[in-house]
């Protein structure tokens, strides 16, 4: 029998009976990886952030998808969605970027996770695990140069750096930094950029002085990506970016980048209000003249946020509704009033496109006074997921089924 290719489908579950559903257009996002790996060049890797379940998209899919489009490396925010991806048969290397505990690494080791460092209790804990498993383990140092939110001190750095060669379990495979203000250009926030990265030299340097190597030094989220070539060294970490949005206004268009991301769901029910008729808990919602509602079964509990209620609009027939009254937890109700012809079964676009109308992430962001990360990361797993390539469904994802399922080994 053939071992299937990530993304494929040859059938299960019909996606057709999901009502609510992200669509995850494949094609984009692959798109979206190829421009970046183009646009920092051949001598520059790129790691994709898919951390938070691919900042909603669905991690393992989305890892494939990556290593597909020319992706080096994968990272996760912790150690179990690390261990996530390789359960789903992911064998790139996993950068594991958030905070380590002692406790967890013959997990880390085990799942030949690539930690990172900082502080000597990790490089002690990751060597004693990778010698009782019998195995060299890479890790990645840590500076903190200014976030101030995790990180080794840089004048630390060295030291550590010196412990962890010191230890022939360990490999220090790397050296990077985070930058807190790369999505501000701003005067403030470019000193702040400028100043982090010369920090961070600072420390590179005295480690190559001191005769260590150093072969990947990275920095640069996605806002720096597309804004500071000289900040891209030998690798960058993109998410945002590879989710096809740019994070903020300040960030250059250098980039053509494709959403992803569309969020849709059918309209349940259609009815008429009488004047003063309410809508919704609390009746916030009070109908003046003649008033159609629409239905759709849509909540807070699936993500989309109680904040966005009377502000947000949704797309029906090519024209933008407005939410009527507080969203609940699992439906909302719209109004429906100048909207010609609605009918029980109609598609709502809830981010994407209909017709000539867009609703884009950055436009729910705005409204929910948030930022796009947040929109598509609150999405819950009771919204499926479905993948498309070429237009067609090729993948699904729902509480009940994944399908394809993955299998260890079939991503080279
Ligand atoms: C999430 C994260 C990234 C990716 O950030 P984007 O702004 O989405 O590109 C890069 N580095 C670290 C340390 C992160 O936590």
Redesign the pocket.
């Known amino acids: 029998m053939k071992p299937r290719r990530p993304g494929e489908w040859t059938g299960g579950a019909d996606w057709e009976t999901v009502a609510t559903r992200a669509e995850i257009d494949l094609d984009a996002y692959q798109h979206n990886v190829r421009a970046l790996k183009a646009w920092v060049g051949d001598s520059v890797e790129v790691?994709v952030?898919v951390?938070a379940n691919a900042?909603g998209h669905g991690a393992v899919p989305l890892s494939a998808a990556a290593l597909e489009a020319g992706a080096s490396h994968l990272?996760v925010?912790t150690v179990d969605e690390g261990v996530q991806l390789r359960r789903g048969g992911i064998v790139a290397p996993i950068l594991v970027?958030?905070s380590l505990e002692p406790s967890q690494a013959a997990a880390v080791v085990g799942a030949n996770l690539t930690p990172t460092i900082t502080c000597e209790s990790h490089a002690v804990a990751l060597a004693a695990a990778s010698v009782s498993q019998g195995v060299r383990t890479p890790v990645h140092l840590?500076v903190d140069t200014g976030m101030h939110r995790?990180g080794a001190e840089p004048t630390a750095a060295p030291v550590l750096a010196s412990i962890v060669q010191g230890l022939p379990s360990l490999e220090l495979e790397g050296l990077?930094t985070?930058m807190a203000c790369?999505?501000d250009h701003s005067e403030r926030g470019r000193r702040c950029t400028q100043r982090q990265f010369e920090v961070f030299l600072a420390a590179r340097a005295e480690l190559l002085a001191m005769g260590l190597e150093v072969p990947v030094s990275h920095v640069a989220?996605?806002?720096a990506?597309l804004s500071q070539p000289e900040m891209h060294l030998d690798m960058v970490?993109?998410?945002?970016?590879?989710y096809g949005l740019y994070?903020s206004e300040d960030v250059p268009r250098s980039v053509e980048l494709r959403p992803v991301m569309a969020l849709k769901s059918r309209i349940a029910r259609v009815h008429d209000l009488r004047p003063s008729d309410g809508v919704s808990y609390g009746h916030d919602f009070v109908a003046r003249g003649r008033t159609t509602v629409a239905l759709l079964p849509i909540g807070y509990g699936d993500g989309y946020r109680r904040c966005l209620s009377a502000r947000a609009e949704v797309l029906v027939r090519g024209r933008r509704a407005r939410i009527a009254g507080r969203i609940c937890m699992d439906q909302l109700v719209l109004d429906v009033s100048d909207i010609e012809d609605v009918r029980v079964g109609d598609e709502a676009v809830l981010i994407g496109q209909q017709g000539s109308e867009t609703i884009t992430v950055a436009e729910l962001a705005h409204l929910a006074e948030t930022i796009e990360?947040e929109i598509t990361t609150s999405l819950g797993s009771r919204v499926a997921r479905v993948y498309l390539r070429g237009g067609r469904a090729v993948g699904l994802s729902t509480l009940n089924e994944t399908i394809p399922q993955l299998r260890n080994g079939d991503e080279k």
């Open positions: 790691a952030a951390k900042y990272a925010a970027m958030g840590k995790n990077y985070h790369a999505d989220n996605s806002a990506t970490r993109c998410g945002i970016a590879t994070g990360y």
